[in-house]
């Protein structure tokens, strides 16, 4: 046992902060503080244990950049409350754009003031004596909020002269689970969140650890054999579905989870990946194990093995806890949202939900490069006279080529055309830590940035600008005034950025806090200069785009690309929703039409879903930003084509939105209002077992017909044997009426219903 802070003269006795329950009673938070001093919080979920008593602190870095230096005492022990306070908050909001027109943010809080007391001996200033004691004193706050769905509890530092800079070694959240829960979780990293969803117990995950990783991608840092990431899926054997996330990461390192089990001898300090191997290691902690069913907080550390650097005052992100026993209430909580703050951006005007297809899924395939000339081995960007180079006839950014998807999206009332590799440098751009990698405004020759973006324009159409730094951040932070400048001459609005490869600065990782603040810096500089970010490869949301409502969409899992790389199980959508998509939108670039990849490319390729169970996912997986990413000539098809008109006429932002119905990782059922109208739409999609399901359009308007377009799986559809088998069918419909449908195995419906 660590030794504690105080003399026992000193030492606290079990104190009781009181407990707060959530507006409708049925969540409870007990807080307390130990006999040793440390905090400790428990939940409950009408009556029934959620967390079980749980240690909350900071260890700290013994550390010269520290305010108390080698000397540095750990936020862990040694507290007594100092004051609490609780209070009721009750608004209602509008999002820029989302799932919902209003959103309420309805809580009861509790705020604990903790007072963190010891004596050092110290050089006395009075002639003749030695030493003399010295009393130093810290305090610490932790609030936490109840909503009916879930609690949010975050650490606090007020400006204070023993606590001003401190460097963290470890937080210690802890979630002690009150039993053997069933899991879908992703194998924690530090670098990559493209892992494919493991079901288990929560005893199991060390036994799967080591096959569930997908050692081939590009960035692998895997830390622990019980190490998950966030947010966390979980179902109780009697029936509570718990989900663990944090919200509002700012300035702070992603959060992941260690699970202590039964093998569990003491948490992970050491890197267990294959990137970035050389990372130092902090030393062991010094405090006991939690029981088994524990989780743990764990923080991805910098270069130098330090998870935090941090100055008074500050907070930490928030972590959540969302408990129900309807699986329905977990896609439609805002409470991710709801801790984040107001959007800081006062002119919100040019944010717009957009709808796009691009010159992207033919090179993913593999038919064609982003790269411009076969003749360099390697390139460096000052060095090159571009016009004499040999063109490889393979690029795909091309004038002509980019010309026909302006065409094609400009027909079918598409708002944008994403363009990759248009620029210099992508001859050796990924994986060489390669500082000066792009510079972000020189086109390769075949593709004139003027006559392209006048001729968009011309057609009511704009070109998405795409920004890949391969992880050298320093590089792109030098370049993106002038990138961003550039862009906004040609009229682009919005820009994808990738972040593929190790991180420059060597020896960092994409969820550290440094990283965290670069993507903020980017969100930041892009909102002065109205445009739009799409983040890939970048950390998980934690809901920032509340704050930050620039931040349209990101990547942070398996998107439709995987379908290029081997596939996706027929679950992975049915999953994401309770996972990936707690903290913001994702652009999982659906629209696969024609899911067998070797009718136009060699790739052997195919996508695990049925063609209405990819327009299915244009309802069950929410973004303000949806990709038709299949190539035009599929989408324009005899025997495809009618199947399109609803990625058409689908919305993609909403005024209501129902979960009908919902099991994770077998089927989501999900309607929604488009904003600004009276029509609505119905999307349903399920894992490889199919589904069956009887809709009650108890929510149209009551008096109202509609003209209901169907969109859904032939009776002999599959997603492997027959996946493009469909049937539309039209009816008119009104408030009351029952749509009986079946889904086929890895399948799905569409419905639109436009009000008459």
Known sequence: MKKLLLSLALLPMMAMAGNVKSP????????????????????????????????????????????FGNNERDLMDGFSILSEKQSEFDETWQPVWGETKNIRNHYNELTV???QMWLERVASKKPGLQLAPKQHRRQMIIRFRVYDDGIGLRYEFPQQKDLNYFLIKEEHTEFALAGDHTAWWLPGDYDTQEQETQQTKLSEIRDRMKSAVNWSNSSVAVFSPTGVQTSLQMKSDDGLYINIHEAACLDYATMHLELVDAQTKTLTTQLGGN????????????????????????????????????????????????????????????????????????????????????????????????????DFPSIQLDKIDWSKVKPNGTHKANNENVKRYIDFAAKNGLDEVLVEG????????????????????????????????????????????????????????????????????????????????????????????????????????????????????????????????????????????????????????????????????????????????????????????????????????????????????????????????????????????????????????????AKGTDNWFVGGKCDENGHKTQIKLDFLDKGRKYDCTIYADAKDAHYEKNPKAFVITKRVVKQGDVLKMTEAPGGGFAVSLIAK
Request: hydrophobic residues 30%; aromatic residues 12%.
């Open 422 to 673: 248009w620029n210099v440098g992508w001859e050796d751009w990924a994986n060489m830590w390669k500082r000066d990698v792009f510079d972000f405004v020189t086109p390769y020759p075949d593709f004139d940035i003027k006559m392209l973006n006048d001729y968009a324009h011309s057609k009511g159409v704009k070109i998405l600008m795409h920004h890949e730094t391969s992880s050298s951040t320093q590089n792109y932070e030098r370049h993106i005034k002038e990138a961003y400048e550039l862009m906004n001459k040609y009229g682009y609005d919005a820009v994808k950025t990738g972040y593929v490869g190790d991180i420059i600065p060597r020896g960092d990782h994409h969820y550290s806090q440094s990283m965290n603040n670069h993507y903020l810096y980017v969100i930041k500089e892009a909102a002065k200069h109205h445009i739009m970010v799409n983040s890939h490869e970048a950390t998980r949301p934690t809901g920032l785009c509340r704050t930050y409502p620039n931040l349209v969409g990101g990547e942070s899992a398996r998107g439709t690309e995987y379908e290029a790389f081997g596939g996706n199980r027929p679950d992975h959508t049915c999953i994401l929703p309770f996972t990936r998509l707690q903290g913001g939108p994702m652009d999982y670039t659906p629209g696969i039409f024609e899911t067998q990849l070797s009718t136009w490319s060699k790739n052997t390729s195919w996508v695990r879903t049925t063609l209405c169970g990819q327009l299915a996912l244009y309802l069950t997986m929410y973004s303000p930003l949806q990709m038709a990413a299949d190539l035009p000539e599929n989408y324009e098809r005899e025997d495809l084509a009618p199947a399109f008109q609803f990625i058409r006429d689908v919305a993609c932002d909403w005024d209501d939105s129902k979960y009908l119905e919902a099991e994770p990782a077998d089927y989501i059922t999900v309607a929604r209002k």
């Open 24 to 67: 409708n009673g049925n969540i409870e938070l007990i807080f307390k503080v130990d006999q040793t001093g440390r905090p400790v919080y428990e939940m409950t979920y009408k009556g029934r244990e959620v967390i079980k008593p749980s240690f909350l602190g900071l260890e700290l870095a013994k550390d010269k950049h520290a305010s």
């Open 113 to 115: 003031t903790l007072e």
């Open 275 to 374: 990137s970035n191997t050389y990372t130092p290691n902090p030393t062991a902690s010094e405090y006991p194990l939690p029981k088994p069913f524990t989780l743990v907080s764990h923080l991805t550390p910098d270069a130098t093995g330090l998870k935090g650097c941090m100055q008074t005052p500050c907070t930490t992100p928030w972590r959540t806890v969302m408990v129900s026993d309807d699986a329905r209430d977990m896609l439609s909580s805002n409470l991710i949202l709801n801790l984040n703050e107001p959007c800081k951006i006062e002119d919100t005007s040019w944010i717009h939900p957009t709808k796009y297809c691009g010159v992207w899924w033919e090179m993913i395939v593999g038919r064609g490069n982003w790269h411009y000339t076969n």
